[in-house]
C-alpha cells in the first residue's frame, strides 16, 4: 500500500474527534454503526500507524480488509457513490441462519437435505431450517445474480 492508500483507508475508517486542522484524535467508524461505546478516542499525533493498529487488532482483523475491497471496487465502478458504504449491517436472526445454511450447502457442494440431517444439526449452532425453505432462498439468490450479470453485461 503507498501513502495515498494509507489515507484513504484512514479516513474512510476513521473521522477526528473535533473540526480542527491540527486534530490528532480519531474515533472508528466501525465501532459506531456496531453501537459499541469506546471511552476515548484513538491518538494518532504523528501519522497513522496506531489507527492501522486498531484495525489490525481482534477487534476488525478479518473485516477491516474485506470492507475496504469492496470501497475500491465502489471507487472504480461507482466513483459518486464511494465512501458511503455501511460498515456493519444489522442482519435478523433469520437472515443469518439462511445464510450461514446456504453457504455451508453451497460452498461445500452439498445436497439440500445437509440442512435437515439430524447429525450436522447437532454439531452446528445455527437455527433449524427447512430444505424447501434453503431451496426458495437459494432460486432467489441465483435469479437476483443472473439478473445483475445480464444487466451489467450489456
Sequence with gaps: MNKTDNKDI??????PTSDRK???????????ERDCHREKPY???KGYQNLFNHLQSEAHENEWKD????????????????GNINLLKKFTPEAETLFGWMEL???NCEPFSYVENKIIRKYIKLGTVTVEYVQKHTIEV??????EIKKNSS
Excluded: G
Design 10 to 15: 484512514i479516513t474512510f475508517f476513521f473521522y
Design 22 to 32: 491540527d486534530c490528532h484524535e480519531y474515533w472508528c467508524k466501525i465501532y459506531k
Design 43 to 45: 491518538a494518532s499525533p
Design 67 to 82: 470492507l475496504w475491497k469492496v470501497e475500491k471496487q465502489s471507487r472504480i465502478l461507482a466513483p459518486t457513490q464511494s
Design 105 to 107: 450447502v453451497i460452498h
Design 142 to 147: 441465483y435469479d437476483i445474480v443472473i439478473e
